[in-house]
């Protein structure tokens, strides 16, 4: 599973969260610096990533257009890098099955 990160979380998620999501990347990553949601939700399209957020945009966007690509909405408040990525590391199994559903566009994790 490709996760791409938005900007709205930190690039260290990346490294941490390397063994569980090989191959994902940040926004800043694939030069989405300050990119519009719609060109990073092209960039996850075209490019098989599933995007990772904390913006309710990609909440809406997901409601409006589906999938691809999926979208996992971070409903975490203020919550640091550290707990945002053991949230992700303790739902890889769900974040997997997720992936696997063709009818799922959106995935709420709160933490």
Known sequence: M????????????????EPEYPESAHAHDVDLRGAP??????????????????????????FLHGAPPKV???????????AIAELLRGHASQLRRFEAEEDSALLILPI
Not at 37 to 62: C, M, Y
């Open 72 to 82: 996992v909405w971070l409903q975490v408040g203020n919550a640091g890098t550290a």
């Open 37 to 62: 949601d719609s060109r990073i939700w092209e960039h996850a399209r075209e490019n098989g990533f599933t995007i990772v957020s904390k913006d309710d945009d990609f909440r809406q966007r997901s």
């Open 2 to 17: 490709k996760l791409l990160f938005d900007e709205n979380v930190s690039p260290k998620l990346v490294g941490l969260l």
